[in-house]
């Protein structure tokens, strides 16, 4: 049915373009009162020590910038915490991504997190998640973080194969990561999380199943798994062909690594690429955004969104700070339905017209005549061909429902 798969989210907008705003329109919405409770925190630390194959980033020599950074944090976690707007917010998720945010030392961290719950109301239940390396996750660093609320990890494995860790510039060959994963596991309790990347050049359907097998035998709680996709300019895009790549070897190696733990009985697909252990991660970053609950962007590269002010900071001179509407947002969170491996229509009818609901029930039962789904008079289930070809679908169905933004 599809010649080409979308490999990422399908992000399109809706509606009229965002309208420009500046600091100051920002600053005195955020005098008033939310609508919703609810909210997140996102942190980006645009910092590594070691750049993966696939990245462009070019980081090195981190010292002085750190410590000047943790200060504009420092700044920035003070500056929003005392506007009235964010003091209602129940905050349900902090997450650091990056970047790699472990990069930061001890002195670092535990100023940054204890100002971030003495400045906003963090929910008991809040899912406190930080993306990480092994090498840069050590056992004194794990032990600080853990008494300081973080209850999840995100780590950049990649893959354990020695072959695939060389070729993506990953540090430790595998004995020693499956060695410091075990260690963070035993002496963790709450959520490890992995990023496993396959279908780089060379992989085998054997290493894709090891990584599978690994990742049952430590119980992991849930792993985000990607198609290879390199950055221009990254070191991968200048030495490999993009001619390398197969989409019957795409499906193979993504129908193994999925079905192995799917047919364990202990996992399940949470949205297209991520697979959780049964009744453990929630993913609550990813699944609050979609439900459009707010996010306060913090740092250089972050973006985000509070009320109808939409947030990107390249560096501490350049914001970009823009005015969105009602349709805007609500043609991104019924774009959302679309990554899950369940779509009701009874969820569509919110935000799209009945007639175009029908349309999107004769492009959903196509998809079920190539096996991708079941369709019912409820909506559709999909099996793990659709999750495959998953973002594909939702960029088509992008182009369905979009007359009803406009």
């Not at 955020?30 to 997140?40: A, Y």
């Not at 390199?230 to 070897?249: A, H, Q, R």
């Not at 509070?306 to 501490?316: C, E, T």
């Amino acid at each position: 049915m599809f010649k080409e798969r979308i490999k990422g989210h399908h992000t399109g907008g809706g509606g009229s373009k965002p309208v420009p705003a500046t600091e100051e329109e920002l600053f005195e919405f955020l005098q008033g009162t939310p609508e919703r409770k609810d909210g997140v925190i996102y942190f980006h630390i645009p910092f590594c020590d070691n750049i993966c194959s696939f990245c462009s980033m070019n980081r090195s020599k981190l010292e002085g910038e750190l410590d000047t950074y943790t200060e504009f944090l420092l700044s920035e976690i003070e500056k929003f915490g005392k506007f009235p707007y964010m003091k209602a917010k129940n905050i349900e998720s902090v997450y650091f991504g990056g970047g790699t945010p472990t990069v930061l030392k001890e002195k670092h961290l535990d100023p940054i997190i204890n100002a971030i719950h003495k400045n906003f109301k963090i929910s008991p239940t809040c899912e406190f998640s930080l993306e990480s390396t092994l090498h840069n996750l050590s056992p004194k660093k794990l032990k600080l973080l853990d008494s300081l609320g973080v209850n999840r990890f995100s780590i950049g494995v990649q893959t354990f194969s020695d072959d695939g860790r060389k070729l993506l510039n990953r540090v430790f060959d595998k004995e020693e990561a499956l060695k410091r994963l075990k260690q963070i596991r035993d002496n963790f309790d709450k959520f490890v999380c992995i990023d496993i990347i396959y279908n780089y050049p060379g992989e085998t359907v054997e290493e894709v199943l090891e990584d599978a097998r690994i990742v049952k035998e430590l119980k992991i709680d849930s792993v985000s798994f990607y198609s290879l996709m390199f950055s221009p300019g990254s070191v991968l895009s200048k030495e490999i062909s993009p001619d390398y790549y197969s989409l019957e070897t795409d499906k193979e190696l993504h129908h193994g690594f999925a079905n192995s733990l799917l047919d364990s009985g202990d996992y399940e697909v949470l949205e297209h690429t991520k697979i959780t252990r049964k009744n453990r991660d929630e993913y609550k970053y990813i699944r609050l955004g979609h439900k459009g609950e707010d996010t306060l962007p913090i740092g250089f590269g972050a973006g985000g969104r509070l009320g109808n002010y939409s947030m990107f900071a390249m560096n501490k001179d350049r914001k970009m700070i823009t005015k969105t509407n009602e349709t805007q947002r609500n043609f991104g969170k019924f774009m959302s339905l679309f990554q899950y491996p369940n779509v009701k229509f009874s969820d569509m009818s919110q935000y799209i017209k009945p007639s175009t609901i029908e349309e999107i029930k004769d492009f959903l039962k196509l998809c079920e005549k190539h096996n991708y789904m079941k369709v019912n008079d409820h909506g559709a289930t999909l099996n793990i061909d659709g999750v495959f070809w998953g973002n594909t679908m939702a960029a088509e169905i992008s182009k369905i429902a979009r007359k009803d933004f406009e």
